[in-house]
């Protein structure tokens, strides 16, 4: 299992990875369906929002480029995020401080390992280490056979 891990890890920071060739590509009419999502409880418009994403306009009401794709990683499925984004704009945006308000913070674990593959940095090694065996032991096997 971890010689699986380690030789994707190697293929994945050896092997050129062109991740726009296969991106899903959305119809404007979907990209408007998926600001619908995003805006649910706010009142922006869906059309001013994409444009924001787009670089048209700087801001749309409460939503700057920034915190509409933090919005974005938090509440949509990764390959509408590459569609609606584009991978240049995602590497660009997805700094430490965007980052930090990604909630909650388990999912930015999961943007971490993702862009790491988009940037062709190095993949970490499976945590499957004894500290981290310990610390998840108690969800895989249970103690009542050791209970008196």
Do not use: Q
């Amino acid at each position: 299992m971890a010689i699986a891990a380690i030789r994707f890890a190697l293929i994945a920071v050896i092997t050129p990875i062109e991740v726009d060739h296969c991106m899903l590509e959305l119809s404007y009419n979907e990209k408007i369906e998926l600001m619908k999502s995003l805006n649910w409880d706010t009142l922006d418009k869906c059309e001013d929002m994409l444009a924001v994403i787009e670089g048209h306009i700087v801001s749309s009401g409460a939503f700057t480029r920034d915190r509409l794709f933090v919005r974005s990683l938090e509440r949509l499925p990764w390959h509408y995020v590459t569609a609606l984004w584009g991978t240049v704009a995602i590497k660009e945006l997805y700094t430490p401080e965007n980052a930090s308000r990604i909630w909650p913070k388990e999912r930015r674990r999961h943007f971490d390992f993702a862009l790491a593959v988009l940037r062709r940095e190095p993949l970490p090694i499976t945590r499957w280490g004894t500290e981290y065996f310990k610390s998840k032991r108690h969800r895989f096997f249970s103690d009542r056979g050791n209970s008196s």
